[in-house]
C-alpha cells in the first residue's frame, strides 16, 4: 500500500489543521491506520491509530481531548483533524499502515507514507 500525507502548514496557537493520508494499493479496509510525529532533535511518536471495522481508536496522552483520528473507506483517506494546536506539536507527521491495530501504536509497522510538516507558532 502506498501512503500520501498532505495538510501541514504554518499556524498559530490555538488554531485548528487537519492533517489527510491517501492509500492506494490494497484493499484499504484490511488495515489499521495511524499517524506518528517527529520534532527536531527527537524521536518519531504515536499520535494516533484507527481500525474502524473494529470501531476501535487509539491516541496518545499527549492529544487526547484535542486531536481526532477517521478515516474515510470509499475514499481511502484518513484524517487528523488536531485543535487547539500548541507549539510543542511542531513536528513533521507520517501516517503509517499495517494489518495490526497494535503494530501500528506500537511504530512496528510495514508502511510509511512521506511526512508533511507542522509549524506552529506562539
Known sequence: VQLQASGGGLVQAGDSLRLSCAASGRTFSSYAMGWFRQAPGKEREFVAAIR???GNTKYADSVKGRI???EDDARNMV?????SLK???????????????????SGNVHYWGQGTQVTVSS
Open 52 to 54: 474502524r471495522s473494529a
Open 68 to 70: 481526532t483520528i477517521s
Open 79 to 83: 484524517y487528523l483533524q488536531m485543535n
Open 87 to 105: 507549539p510543542e506539536d511542531t513536528a513533521v507527521y507520517y501516517c503509517a499502515a499495517d494489518f495490526s491495530l497494535g503494530a501500528v501504536v
